[in-house]
Nanobody, 122 residues
Framework: QVQLVESGGGLVQAGGSLRLSCAASGRTFSTYAMGWFRQVPGKEREFVAAINWSGTSTPYADSVKGRFIISRDNAKKMVYLQMNSLKPEDTAVYYC???????????????WGQGTQVTVSS
């Protein structure tokens, strides 16, 4: 079992930065790949980034490539999403999730956090 709690969301102006954090509990955290997804009301959940257990594989959605950086600290059971050069279209609820392997498909994730709101004003 892995429990996930996101934090770090908020309101930021376009061009600004935010760092999201995801705190995990459970002894098996370091064996899981982790992902970040986002969702806007009325739209499908969207893959943002993922990271494998060792941090050596970090796929990104094209829409955030070069602006967002995913990282993890297995000793602290934390996953981070550094978001730079934010745009109004990045506004969404951001979720972290845990999966047995790195994947962009939400249905393959076993555990989800409750989400944190990110709002980017123009």
């Amino acid at each position: 079992q892995v429990q996930l709690v996101e934090s770090g969301g908020g309101l930021v102006q376009a061009g600004g930065s935010l760092r999201l954090s995801c705190a995990a509990s459970g002894r098996t955290f370091s064996t899981y790949a982790m992902g970040w997804f986002r969702q806007v009301p009325g739209k499908e959940r969207e893959f943002v980034a993922a990271i494998n257990w060792s941090g050596t594989s970090t796929p990104y959605a094209d829409s955030v490539k070069g602006r967002f950086i995913i990282s993890r600290d297995n000793a602290k059971k934390m996953v981070y999403l550094q978001m730079n050069s934010l745009k109004p279209e990045d506004t969404a609820v951001y979720y972290c999730a845990a999966a047995p392997y790195t994947t962009p498909y939400g249905y393959q994730y076993d555990y989800w956090g409750q989400g944190t709101q990110v709002t980017v004003s123009s």
